[in-house]
């Protein structure tokens, strides 16, 4: 495992938040564990992503200060049905997801969490006098919107105790502060990995939870193509240039000439994968040169790079994933039309035999001991 020197754990982004009041500043802080390494990561992630038959370049490099603030606007879309549904789900299971913190105290751990509009319905549901006993623990690789977003919850939540963690979910977990907890994942960033790496991921996350530890995960399930492609295809062009900012952001990190006009916003459902795939596709010869790299690489006309993957899952296909990872899902909780699911998992234990699912209301069914 790689090792922090304790100026890269520590350090604060102090100019962001000196502003704050003397309260709000006790009671936040940091932990950054990417700003050392970043630049050799994405040169190394850039080169094998190009090298790659197809090329793909990973998504996690979206999320710049431009890339965070598109997302938001993804977010308002209309065609964008994920985070309206998900934020309804929130509104009626938000007070029994938050139970868990009743009476015990703990952190909750928030992976990749761009801004506060979810985690904010779960503390809104929550009793005021509670909000003392949890610790907010957001995590994001994107620094901007972590600080800007723990800002917020500082000023609307009194009490609220706040520990951001700039970092990146597919290399850090073992970061996040041991100690009772529930960890969640909002917003269907779970289908951005393959299986194999989301299983990686969530076997990780099962490694660091206690027996009473939960993981609430979103996931957004299948539905018809029609209205999975317009949610990546919006009419403003928002999706498109989110997609682009990718190759701008790699400009600015590793001195690269990507011509933004090149290329053009591709996503499409690939039915046998059961997911949206979102490209670049270029639309004429050129080479592009990485300077920091010091090499170039040439792209055809037609030539795509994959930027994002979004897996769409069924309750089946969700389920595999759990039990590969040593999960065992206790609630599913979702809208009436179903497109969206929370599911809270707890990490399975040797005794977990002889379980059976009952309905509970609101679109939410828990697993009870099937003698109960
Ligand atoms: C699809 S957005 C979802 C944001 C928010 N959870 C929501 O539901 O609206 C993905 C978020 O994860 C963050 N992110 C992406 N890859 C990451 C990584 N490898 N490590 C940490 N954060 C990451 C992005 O900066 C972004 O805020």
Request: hydrophobic fraction near 40%.
């Amino acid at each position: 495992m790689q090792s922090y020197s304790p100026a890269e754990q520590w350090a604060e982004p102090r100019g962001q938040v000196q502003d704050l009041s003397w309260g709000a500043r006790q009671r936040l802080s940091f932990a950054n564990y990417v700003r050392a390494d970043f630049k050799d990561e994405i040169g190394k992630d850039v080169r094998e992503g190009l090298s790659a038959r197809p090329k793909t370049l990973p998504c996690k490099y979206f999320y710049d200060d431009l890339g965070s603030r598109l997302f938001d606007q993804i977010c308002r879309l209309p065609e964008y049905y994920p985070t309206r549904t998900e934020i309804s789900i929130l509104r009626t299971s938000g007070a029994a997801i938050m139970s868990f913190f009743e009476p015990q105290p703990g952190d909750l751990v928030e992976i990749g969490c761009g801004a506060d509009l979810k985690i904010r319905q779960l503390f809104e549901r929550t009793d005021p006098d509670r909000l003392a006993h949890i610790r907010y623990v957001p995590m994001d690789i994107s620094a901007g919107c972590l600080v800007q977003s723990a800002r917020r919850m500082l000023a609307d939540f009194r009490g609220l105790k706040v520990h951001a963690l700039i970092a990146d979910f597919t290399r850090h977990v073992e970061r996040i502060p041991a100690g009772r907890k529930m960890i969640v994942f909002f917003g269907g960033t779970f289908g951005n990995f393959t299986f194999a790496e989301g299983i990686d991921l969530l076997k990780r996350l099962a490694g660091i939870m206690g027996p009473e530890d939960r993981l609430v995960i979103g996931l957004d399930m299948i539905k018809e193509k029609e209205i999975l492609e317009a949610a990546y295809n919006d009419r403003q062009g928002v999706t498109a240039a989110f997609n682009l900012n990718l190759l701008q952001h790699i400009n600015v990190r590793l001195r690269a000439d990507f011509d933004l006009n090149a290329f053009e916003h591709l996503a499409f459902w690939n039915e046998r994968q059961e997911r949206i795939e979102m490209h670049l596709q270029a639309k004429k010869d050129f080479n592009v040169n990485l300077a920091e790299l010091g090499i170039s690489w040439s792209f055809t006309r037609g030539e795509s790079i994959r930027t994002e993957i979004s897996q769409k899952f069924s309750r089946k296909s969700a389920q595999e994933r759990f039990r590969k990872a040593g999960l065992q899902a206790i609630a599913w909780h979702t809208d009436p039309a179903g497109w969206f699911c929370l599911v809270e998992l707890r990490r399975l234990q040797a005794l977990d035999l002889g379980y059976a699912i009952q309905p509970s209301g609101n679109g939410c069914e828990k697993v009870v001991p099937s003698g109960a």
